[in-house]
T-cell receptor, first 112, second 113 residues
Framework: AQSVAQPEDQVNVAEGNPLTVKCTYS??????LFWYVQYPNRGLQFLLK??????LVKGSYGFEAEFNKSQTSFHLKKPSALVSDSALYFC??????????FGTGTRLTVIP | NAGVTQTPKFQVLKTGQSMTLQCAQD?????MSWYRQDPGMGLRLIHY???????DQGEVPNGYNVSRSTTEDFPLRLLSAAPSQTSVYFC????????????FGPGTRLTVL
């Protein structure tokens, strides 16, 4: 069964510093991995996805994620954090039936 | 395009009441789904549909019914509301391919007293 883990409930980073939000997955084979962001009282917004190909995926708002098959990880990164990046971030794995299995979420706070 | 729309935005029910959460999309997406979001648990799949007339259960289907009579609409029915169904409910849609991105509605916050 699919399983996605986000080991950190909360990540704090100073504005202008690089940020990383961690995600690991458990399925064997070729996973389809997604990152979504949720701002307060809003729905989920798509950031980026890994399907196949280049292990470094670039997405919206300057975010990128690195797929690492040997470590079964798909960490979200941004070179320079903005206060407006403060939100709840979800990693998810999509099955062949289009169903998403989500991690428990990581709350990112960017400190001015 | 309005994308994925959900109504109502907020709802308070008493235990035992029934209601329907509405979801509509105008992107001609074949796949639609319902998730619930609870603190510390991420989002969990309730029901999904791969096309009009086809529905299936997700991870947490008990207490919920769905139907898909048109491509555009995918309502979620609570048959007899329970406090455990207090949650935020999100509808999503996508093309049918397993690599296609899902687009989420703004959510319905439901409280069952």
């Amino acid at each position: 069964a699919q399983s996605v883990a986000q080991p950190e409930d909360q990540v704090n980073v100073a504005e202008g510093n690089p940020l990383t939000v961690k995600c690991t997955y458990s399925v064997s084979g070729n996973p389809y991995l997604f990152w979504y962001v949720q701002y307060p009282n809003r729905g989920l917004q798509f950031l980026l996805k890994y399907i196949t190909g280049d292990n470094l995926v670039k997405g919206s708002y300057g975010f990128e994620a690195e797929f690492n098959k040997s470590q079964t990880s798909f960490h979200l990164k941004k070179p320079s954090a903005l206060v407006s990046d403060s939100a709840l971030y979800f990693c998810a794995e999509q099955t062949g039936a289009n169903n998403l299995f989500f991690g428990t979420g990581t709350r990112l706070t960017v400190i001015p | 395009n309005a994308g994925v729309t959900q109504t109502p935005k907020f709802q308070v029910l008493k235990t035992g009441q029934s209601m329907t959460l509405q979801c509509a999309q105008d992107m001609n997406h074949e796949y639609m789904s319902w998730y619930r979001q609870d603190p510390g648990m991420g989002l969990r799949l309730i029901h999904y549909s791969v096309g009009a007339g086809i529905t299936d259960q997700g991870e947490v289907p008990n207490g919920y019914n769905v139907s898909r009579s048109t491509t555009e609409d995918f309502p979620l029915r609570l048959l007899s509301a329970a406090p455990s169904q207090t949650s935020v409910y999100f509808c999503a849609s996508s093309q049918r391919g397993s690599t296609d991105t899902q687009y989420f509605g703004p959510g319905t916050r439901l409280t069952v007293l």
